[in-house]
């Protein structure tokens, strides 16, 4: 291997070292390291069925992707928990004093389009009470039931963080 080489794998290294040395696990994570076991083993299992046995279950499928639908609204509650949602950071630095104010504009702003996916969701439950799983006798209101409990507690945590912004003005 080359130094050249080797200095790119030190530097990528010591990058992955900084970027993960804060990363602890909370109770928060709970929901979505099981949400993620179970979409883990759903895969799992239709591979191993469709691969190994040559035999595929129907409802694997679906449920897989319902499961990774219920996994990216579980991780959105975690990354705005801790601020790590993706962002364009000049936007930050140009927008100076006025961040605390930006932010609290763009958390009303997120908070509205999500009580208003809500509101958009309870319609469907309704619309959509009669309707079943394609592979499972499952109503499909469960699992918008779910997508949105995680909504409305993302608009919570967005709450609470407008009221300490606010809070920390005065």
């Known amino acids: 291997m080359s130094d050249i080489n080797r200095d790119l794998f030190t530097q990528q290294e010591q990058e ?3 970027a993960t040395s804060g990363f602890k696990l909370s109770w928060a994570d709970t ?4 949400i993620f076991a179970a979409l883990f083993a759903t895969v799992f299992l239709q591979f191993f069925t469709r691969y190994i046995l040559n035999d595929s279950l129907a409802w694997t499928e679906e449920i897989a992707r319902y499961l990774l639908i219920l996994l990216a609204f579980v991780g959105a509650i975690k990354c705005q928990l801790v601020d790590s949602h993706i ?3 000049f936007i930050d630095k140009l927008a100076g004093r006025k ?7 763009a958390l009303m702003l ?3 389009f999500f009580g208003f996916a809500i509101y958009s969701l309870n319609d469907l439950m309704s619309k959509t009470s009669y309707q079943k799983m394609v592979s ?4 499909k209101y469960y699992f918008y039931g779910l997508i949105m409990a995680a ?3 993302l608009v919570a945590v967005h709450v609470r963080q407008i009221y300490v912004l606010l809070r920390s003005k005065h």
Not at 136 to 139: F, M, S
Request: cysteine-free; charged content about 15%.
């Open 31 to 34: 929901p979505a390291l099981i």
């Open 99 to 105: 961040l605390p104010l930006l932010k609290t504009l």
């Open 151 to 153: 909504l409305a507690v």
């Open 16 to 18: 992955d070292l900084a």
């Open 110 to 112: 997120s908070a509205g």
């Open 87 to 89: 962002r364009l950071e």
């Open 136 to 139: 499972l006798p499952v109503p």
